[in-house]
Each structure stands twice: as C-alpha cells, then as structure tokens.
C-alpha cells in the first residue's frame, strides 16, 4: 500500500512502471485527480467508490468508444484517499481530444458529485495529458519506494479498467526498460566517498625528544629551552612533558601518559 508519507515496494512499482511503458499512446489521454467527500483513510474503503464511477461511465460512454483506465490510490497530507485517474480512448472517436475531454470532464463530475457531497470542483480537474509525462507525475508526486509489510490480500494502490481493451493494444516491455525507468526516478544516491585522514606527523615520547635535543644541540647549536620557548610562544622554563604534549597535539596526535603517569 502506499501513502503520502509511506512508501511502496520496489516490486510494485515496477509492476506499475512495466504496465504504463505498456500502454499504446494516443492524443485522447485525460488525467482526473478525484478527491473524496468524506474522511476516508482505507484503500478497501475508497475503492468500491471509484468503481461505481467507472461502472457508471462504461454503461454510456462504453457503447461508443473503446475506452479504458488507469489509476493509483494514494493519501493527501490530511491521510484522505484520493486518486489519480488516467482515461484513455483507442479507436477513432468522433470527437476531437479537445471536445471529448470536455464531455468526459462533464459526465465524471456530474457521477461524482453523486457519490460524494460535500466537494468542489476545484480539487476534481480533468485535462489532457500526455502518456510521456504522466510517469514522472504519478511516480515523483505520490510514490516513495521502500520496504512494506506483506501486500497479499491488501488492496493495491493501483489498477486498471477494462483489461481487455488495455491487452490488445499493449506493447512488449522487458525488465531492462522497466528498471531503466525505475532508475530515473528512484536513482540510488550514493554515499559520498570518505575523506582520506591526512597521515599524522611524528609521535614524539621522551626518547624522539632526546634525539631531537641532540640534533639541534649538536648541528644548529641552538640553546634547547630558547628552543622550547620559541616554539610554543611561552615565557618561563617548559617541561619536556608539556613539550611533547604541544608537539604532538601539533602533529594530530591526542595526549598520552608516559610511563611514570605523566601527562604527555
């Protein structure tokens, strides 16, 4: 099941993408958005409601255009179902796509307002659409793909009307072009690559600190406390603990505790 702030199952859309990539395009595909009067939160609930639409619009418009549908379930923020439904008619229709949107936008409302009160047909449009942008609305706007409990026996959040007419004039997809589109809309963002650690510098104990005493001592003939004093920037005498305290905190090392349970 999916809801606005929920997610679907990775199988399930791709179920959903590979029936959409299925489907023949034609210049007469409608896009309705569809809200309830009432607070309805269950699918299983929502759903006989939307049937009794479709029923009611197939008696008609079914005995003179090849119509069919499809639609998803989804939850606005207040978690009330509504739907998106996806008209469209196969064959020659008489009208032109402009006319016929306008009498379908007619006969949906009219049943609609029948089967909820309380609406306004602000949230209840109908306009033509285009198969190639219809995927990225549905899939972006309402889905986000994850882990669900087991969806056996629960109703979908997406079905078709009249298969029949849906199958016969379907395309072959194969599993490339559905993962593909899966990809583009779900791409798997990647962890950005860990900083290497810049190597630490030279740990220093008591005797690396003799050793370096001797070399200035010896080479640059320098006084060993100016040294120090110089430095660290501090006036006085510094012990060689505090020493390779600064030292080493210098080069990215933490403090240590030398042997005699100084701290380094």
């Given at each position: 099941m999916c809801k606005f702030s929920d997610v679907c199952s990775k199988p399930s859309i791709k179920r959903f993408i590979k029936l959409w990539l299925s489907l023949k395009?034609?210049?007469?595909w409608f896009h309705q958005t569809l809200t309830l009067g009432q607070q309805i939160e269950d699918f299983g609930v929502a759903k006989p409601i939307l049937e009794k639409l479709f029923?009611?619009?197939?008696v008609e418009m079914g005995k003179?255009?090849?119509m069919g549908a499809v639609y998803i379930m989804a939850h606005q923020e207040n978690d009330r179902v509504h739907f998106h439904v996806v008209f469209f008619f196969y064959g020659t229709p008489a009208e032109t796509p402009e006319n016929l949107a306008a009498i379908l936008r007619r006969k949906v409302w009219k049943r609609w307002k029948k089967l909820n009160s309380g609406l306004n047909h602000t949230g209840n449009r109908l306009t033509i659409r285009t198969k190639g942008n219809g995927l990225w609305y549905l899939l972006t706007n309402h889905l986000t793909v994850g882990k669900t409990g087991k969806e056996k026996?629960?109703?979908s959040w997406y079905g078709i009307r009249n298969k029949r007419l849906i199958e016969a004039n379907a395309s072959p997809v194969t599993m490339?072009?559905?993962q593909r589109e899966f990809d583009r809309y779900f791409p798997v963002i990647k962890p950005a690559a860990a900083v290497a650690k810049q190597p630490k510098g030279v740990f220093y104990d008591r005797r690396k600190l003799a050793d370096l005493k001797g070399y200035l001592e010896y080479r640059d003939k320098q006084d060993?406390?100016?040294f120090k004093r110089a430095k660290t920037g501090r006036k006085g005498k510094i012990g060689d603990?505090?020493?390779i305290n600064f030292l080493n905190a210098q080069?990215?090392?933490?403090?240590v505790k030398m042997d005699d349970g100084k701290t380094l």
């Open positions: 395009e034609t210049p007469y029923d009611s619009l197939e003179t255009h090849d026996g629960k109703p490339k072009q559905v060993w406390e100016s603990a505090d020493f080069n990215g090392w933490k403090t």
